[in-house]
């Protein structure tokens, strides 16, 4: 199983509006891919993650 990441704020809201009431975090994605975590983009343009940390997260 992966994460799902949005590329923006606006990708997020819409997708997670579709399984209930969404709460947002900031990855810090950079920081992450410099510790040696792997990321994949996906056919359909998302970008997945086998996990993030919380020391990667920052809430909205």
Do not use: Q
Not at 38 to 51: D, P
């Amino acid at each position: 199983m992966y994460v799902h990441l949005s590329k923006d704020i606006e990708t997020a809201k819409i997708v997670g509006a579709r399984h209930g009431k969404p709460l947002f975090y900031l990855v810090d994605a950079m920081t992450m891919n410099k510790d040696g975590y792997e990321f994949f983009l996906s056919a359909n343009g998302v970008w997945l993650t086998k996990n993030v940390p919380a020391k990667y997260l920052n809430k909205l």
